[in-house]
């Protein structure tokens, strides 16, 4: 058997420790024995697109114990665009034969016959050409060139070995990750930490697999168990949690369905290619959730040795790598800018043909005045100009304002001045530099000014002012009017006058003289304007307070309390005595007797009296001779001609009679003196009255 078969079977065994657990030792031993081969590669390039160009300007393999190995692999080891690159062998190679693995961007050379020389597998590495079909291929292609089947990343200097095992466990693909070694390379569950080991080793394999993260020891708490980057958290909780590092779970995982703990690449068809979904350690038994195998990584371990079994080449597409736009307000010339990752920047008016307008990183266009879309390309060589970057000269059109710069307006008043704009949004400031608006709108209500005035309107289109134009506003005096409120008596009239001679007048009565004459109204209005061509109105209202005569409709007595009653309501003023005057209506009186009500109008609109007699009933009367309560009657009876009092002792026996010719008792019967007691009475002061019937005491 040949060597490097035998090696390529030494490392599939050793890797399957589970399979061939009793053969490890000594195959393993047996190939310690075997040299590894040195692969050195130069040739990093530029790429033209839309061209083929080999991958490499040199390529030499030194190995002191073997003169060749079964096979080479060629894979695309970062930026592969799957579906459109490709790596093609060219030229005469009669012992070589190829094998195009488009999933993971790997071409194999092998032996036709039997196995090549590592003299052919120079010659047809030197003849490898890679090519684009994309429209606008970008980005940078790195190419790993190795003598074993894992793929490899120049970038840290690791290889990735997918090891198909259906329905293996998280645990058992740990431990056969960790017995496995490549070249000397200490093996363990990939560990990814980039977008670029994430497609070597996930998206770019042939298979869905285990790879070394787990939250086991807390939930929700993402670690990476195995290799160098053992203890290092990944992810923080659910599919709604969060990395400081680098993680690429599928759309909706972890889910953490039916505890699981473990990290596990995708099946292909399932969501994101080569993205992760976490698992139980059993997995599924059947379908898109049972394991097939596992991603073994290796390299950065401590003890692993230095080999040089792989070597890499970088082409860098010629392209534009950025682009920097500009906008400008109204009609001019536009600075732009463009970097390319090589050569030059050539400018163009088209998207395809024609000649370069201008070279370089700054371009500044032609005076313009509407948007413009150039065309950027990087100049390789002028294999690059085919690709071009579209970058917009902006034009902001400037607005256009139609506006009457004179308006005019009256003092007290206020007037709209209307502008148009092309567009954007109407400003209004007081000065021609203020930053301050003063005013929103096309339609500028103008405040309460007194004196003529210049305003100015701009508008603002996404940042593109118009020329700010000012607007003169002219004042003219409006009329000297003020409101008045007239006091008058009843049928007493007051000429009204506008004031303001040599103007026109209109009152509210149609009449259209200065002054006009009342005629009973509460309220009259007159509109003064001023002469053209300012013609400034104004309205003034005169309000006329009619103060009504008082009349006394009646007098209301409740005892010694007195109610003076007006047929109307108004301000008046009210007396017993025509000389002491109160606001109050109301009076109370010592006792029963005659009085006379007094009512004026405070604005001397006229007065009003009216006699009244007070009734009021002594509760007791002392007949003992000195001068004081030494009678009883009703005061205030005596002033009604058919009044009559009857007083009665307690058994009812009539004692005498008061009226009009006899108004007091002094307490005797027969001429004699009565007891002292309570002594009862029937009183009948006329006929509008009721009758009144009550007692009192006599005391002696």
Request: hydrophobic letters at 35%; aromatic letters at 12%.
């Amino acid at each position: 058997m040949k060597k490097k078969l035998i090696a390529f079977l030494l490392l599939m065994f050793c890797s399957s420790s589970f399979v061939f657990g009793s053969v490890k030792t000594s195959l393993c031993s047996k190939q310690t024995t075997n040299i590894a081969p040195i692969l050195i590669a130069t040739g990093n390039q530029t790429y033209c697109p839309g061209t083929s160009m080999k991958i490499v300007t040199n390529i030499t393999i030194t190995d002191p114990d073997d003169p060749g190995i079964d096979a080479i692999y060629v894979q695309i080891s970062s930026g592969y665009d799957l579906g459109d690159d490709t790596l093609t062998l060219i030229g005469n190679h009669p012992n070589i034969s190829t094998a195009w693995n488009a999933t993971t961007g790997t071409l194999t050379l092998s032996g036709i016959t039997g196995q090549p020389t590592y003299t052919e597998l120079e010659a047809a590495i030197e003849d490898i050409e890679f090519s684009s079909n994309a429209a606008n291929p970008s980005g940078t292609r790195n190419f790993s060139i190795t003598v074993g089947q894992a793929n490899y990343l120049p970038s840290n200097g690791h290889y990735y070995l997918y090891i198909p095992n259906i329905g293996i466990t998280w645990s058992a693909a740990k431990a056969a990750a960790e017995a496995s070694t490549y070249y000397g390379l200490q093996g363990y569950l990939a560990t990814i930490t980039s977008g670029e080991e994430a497609q070597i080793a996930g998206e770019q394999t042939t298979g869905a697999g285990w790879i070394g993260g787990s939250d086991e020891e807390t939930e929700g708490v993402w670690k990476w168990m195995t290799g160098p980057e053992i203890g290092t958290v990944f992810w923080n909780g659910n599919f709604t949690g969060f990395t400081t590092n680098y993680a690429f779970w599928n759309i909706g995982e972890p889910n953490n369905l039916g505890n699981e703990n473990y990290a596990h690449v995708t099946a292909p068809g399932v969501g994101i290619t080569g993205s992760w979904n976490d698992l139980t350690n059993t997995g599924t038994t059947s379908g898109d959730y049972q394991p097939k195998g596992y991603i073994v990584e290796y390299g950065g371990m401590p003890g692993d040795p230095t080999l040089q079994i792989a070597t890499s080449s970088t082409m860098s597409i010629a392209a534009i790598t950025s682009t920097t736009t500009a906008t400008r307000c109204g009609a001019g010339t536009v600075n732009l800018q463009a970097v390319s990752n090589t050569g030059t920047v050539n400018w163009y008016t088209t998207s395809t043909g024609g000649t370069p307008i201008a070279t370089g990183n700054n371009f500044t266009t032609p005076s313009i005045s509407s948007t413009t879309t150039y065309y950027a390309a990087a100049n390789f060589n002028g294999c690059s100009d085919t690709y071009r970057t579209p970058v917009v000269a902006n034009v902001t059109p400037k607005p256009i304002l139609t506006y009457t710069s004179l308006h005019y307006m009256c003092d007290e008043a206020y007037t709209i001045i209307d502008v148009e704009t092309s567009s954007g949004i109407m400003f209004w400031y007081d000065s021609a530099t203020s930053t301050n608006s003063i005013f929103l709108g096309t339609h500028f209500i103008v405040p309460n000014i007194h004196q003529n005035t210049t305003f100015y309107a701009e508008a603002n289109f996404s940042n593109c002012l118009s020329d700010r134009v000012p607007i003169q506003v002219n004042v003219y005096a409006t009329p000297i009017l003020s409101d008045e409120t007239i006091d008058l008596c009843e049928n007493d009239v007051i000429t009204l006058s506008s004031g303001n001679p040599g103007m026109s007048y209109l009152w509210s009565t149609g009449e259209t003289t200065q002054t006009i004459v009342t005629t009973g109204l509460p309220n009259y209005s007159v509109t003064v304007t001023t002469p053209a061509p300012g013609n400034c109105s104004k309205t003034k209202t005169f309000t006329i307070n009619y103060n009504p005569e008082p009349v006394i409709s009646s007098i209301d007595t409740a005892d010694l309390q007195v109610t003076i009653n007006t047929s109307q309501s108004g301000d008046f003023e009210y007396s017993l005595d025509g000389i002491n005057y109160q606001s109050s209506n109301v009076f109370m009186v010592n006792e029963g007797g005659m009085y006379i009500a007094y009512v004026r109008e405070t604005n001397q609109c006229g007065a009003d009296q009216k006699p009244f007699v007070v009734i009021s009933i002594p509760d007791f009367f002392t007949p003992n001779g000195d001068n004081i309560n030494d009678t009883w009657s009703i005061k205030g009876a005596n002033f009604y001609a058919n009044a009559e009092v009857r007083i009665f002792d307690r058994f009812g026996k009539l004692i005498t009679v008061l009226n009009y010719s006899n108004w007091a008792w002094d307490g005797t019967y027969n001429g004699k003196l009565l007891p002292s007691t309570d002594y009862w009475f029937v009183a009948k002061i006329d006929n509008t009255m009721p009758e009144i019937k009550g007692h009192f005491s006599m005391l002696r």
